[in-house]
């Protein structure tokens, strides 16, 4: 039976989850506050998608701003927004919200569950990870990345125990491709991708390379080993069973890196070329944050949390420089 779904954060991976469960016959909705790409898809009656930057289509798509949006009859509500901006869309939707729904989330980073339990009763909350990756290539853009089919998905009830609700919102995933996988194991399920992310979404944005490149370099696996086993040692000494191995994570990152994704920048890069925030604090800096709780220093995560903020910092000292710096410029050549 198909289900109603409103999609919260159209960007790119909203996109992606929406217009697969759109396309696998259920009813979706999509909400999002970034003024071009809504006018835009308004404008053009639906979103422009392509493969691999190939067969550009349009898909049409019922999206409307948080405040113009009422609806109380859907079964779901799926979140896809970036970590910071969570907080102020949740105020801004609470109107629509009831105590039948469920949320599915499949953010990067750990922050989003405590924000969502503030609105959803703990027994509807089913967050999971994507490893698949997607573009947002302006307003009213969307690339996905790999063929169909490509990519998986792993999730879990926050209860750890699934009911016939998930059961549904896992078939309607299978039917769009998404290779879900249930576990019932909620904050080792989650961490698996924050480590993952960790690695090579911190890696590849500040080296500005696609995982391909960094999965070339010969130290990669070395790099990727020391950020592992000290994410792995602070879940421990937080008893938090990971969902995989330390050896199952490495050949995860080698695996998404080399063969699945190798021509992808993660999103953590697209964040810092367009000078928005980063998520760094919600990944390596959970990870600092977790061993702080458990008196445990993650050194090298702090590090680069460190650095990311610095490449962030710097890049914003240039953006409002510039104008200045042309101003000098253009009075030199007057
Ligand atoms: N993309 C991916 O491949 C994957 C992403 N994720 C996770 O999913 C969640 C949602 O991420 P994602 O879908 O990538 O993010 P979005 O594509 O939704 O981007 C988020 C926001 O960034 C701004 N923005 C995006 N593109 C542009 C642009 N071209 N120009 C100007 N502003 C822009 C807009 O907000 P504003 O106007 O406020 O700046 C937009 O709402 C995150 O937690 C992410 O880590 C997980 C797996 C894979
Ligand atoms: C790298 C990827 C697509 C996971 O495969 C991801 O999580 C991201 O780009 O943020």
Same mark, same amino acid.
Request: charged share 20%; hydrophobic share 40%; aromatic share 10%.
């Given at each position: 039976?198909?289900?109603?779904? /409103?999609v919260v954060?159209a960007g790119?991976?909203?996109?992606?989850?929406?217009?697969l $469960?759109?396309?696998a016959?259920?009813?979706?909705?999509?909400? #999002?506050?970034?003024? !071009?790409h809504v006018?835009?898809m308004r404008?053009?009656?639906g979103?422009? =998608?392509?493969?691999?930057h190939e067969?550009?289509h349009?898909?049409?798509?019922?999206v409307?701003?948080?405040?113009?949006?009422?609806?109380q009859d859907?079964?779901v509500?799926?979140?896809?927004l970036k970590?910071?901006?969570l907080?102020?869309?949740?105020?801004?939707?609470?109107h629509?919200?009831? #105590?039948?729904?469920?949320?599915?989330t499949c953010m990067?980073?750990?922050g989003?569950?405590d924000?969502l339990l503030?609105?959803f009763?703990?027994q509807?909350v089913i967050a999971? /990870?994507?490893? =698949?990756a997607?573009i $947002?290539?302006g307003?009213?853009?969307v690339d996905f990345?790999g063929?169909?089919?490509?990519?998986t998905m792993?999730l879990?009830?926050?209860?750890?125990?699934?009911?016939?609700?998930?059961?549904r919102v896992?078939a309607? $995933?299978?039917k769009?491709?998404?290779?879900?996988t249930?576990t019932?194991?909620?904050m080792?399920?989650l961490?698996?991708k924050?480590v993952?992310?960790?690695?090579?979404n911190t890696?590849c944005t500040?080296?500005?390379?696609?995982?391909?490149e960094?999965?070339?370099?010969?130290?990669?696996?070395d790099?990727?080993?020391?950020?592992?086993? *000290?994410?792995?040692?602070?879940?421990?000494?937080?008893?938090?069973t990971?969902l995989n191995t330390?050896?199952?994570e490495?050949? +995860?990152i080698?695996?998404v890196s080399?063969?699945?994704? !190798?021509?992808h920048? !993660? +999103?953590?890069y697209q #964040?810092?070329?367009?000078?928005r925030?980063?998520?760094?604090d919600?990944?390596n800096g959970y990870i600092?944050k977790m061993?702080q709780?458990?008196?445990? *220093?993650?050194?090298?995560?702090?590090?680069?949390t460190?650095?990311?903020? $610095?490449a *962030?910092?710097?890049r914003?000292q240039?953006v409002t420089?510039?104008?200045?710096? #042309?101003?000098?410029?253009q009075? *030199?050549?007057a």
């Amino acid at each position: 039976m198909n289900m109603k779904f /409103t999609v919260v954060g159209a960007g790119a991976m909203g996109l992606r989850y929406g217009v697969l $469960l759109q396309a696998a016959g259920n009813d979706v909705d999509f909400v #999002d506050a970034w003024e !071009p790409h809504v006018t835009a898809m308004r404008a053009n009656g639906g979103v422009y =998608v392509t493969r691999d930057h190939e067969d550009r289509h349009l898909v049409p798509v019922n999206v409307y701003y948080p405040e113009e949006y009422h609806k109380q009859d859907r079964d779901v509500l799926i979140f896809f927004l970036k970590q910071m901006q969570l907080s102020d869309m949740l105020k801004r939707c609470a109107h629509f919200f009831n #105590d039948q729904q469920y949320v599915l989330t499949c953010m990067n980073g750990m922050g989003h569950v405590d924000k969502l339990l503030q609105y959803f009763k703990p027994q509807h909350v089913i967050a999971g /990870t994507a490893l =698949v990756a997607t573009i $947002l290539d302006g307003p009213g853009e969307v690339d996905f990345v790999g063929k169909v089919g490509a990519g998986t998905m792993n999730l879990a009830n926050y209860t750890e125990k699934p009911d016939d609700m998930t059961q549904r919102v896992v078939a309607e $995933l299978t039917k769009g491709h998404f290779n879900p996988t249930l576990t019932t194991n909620f904050m080792g399920t989650l961490m698996a991708k924050v480590v993952f992310n960790s690695v090579v979404n911190t890696l590849c944005t500040l080296f500005e390379i696609t995982m391909g490149e960094f999965a070339d370099y010969k130290g990669a696996d070395d790099l990727a080993r020391q950020l592992v086993d *000290e994410a792995y040692d602070v879940a421990e000494r937080m008893n938090v069973t990971m969902l995989n191995t330390r050896q199952e994570e490495m050949d +995860s990152i080698n695996y998404v890196s080399k063969v699945a994704n !190798p021509l992808h920048y !993660p +999103s953590m890069y697209q #964040d810092m070329t367009h000078n928005r925030p980063t998520e760094v604090d919600y990944i390596n800096g959970y990870i600092v944050k977790m061993g702080q709780a458990c008196h445990y *220093e993650a050194k090298t995560h702090a590090f680069l949390t460190h650095l990311v903020h $610095l490449a *962030e910092h710097t890049r914003q000292q240039n953006v409002t420089q510039s104008p200045a710096v #042309d101003t000098v410029e253009q009075q *030199e050549l007057a």
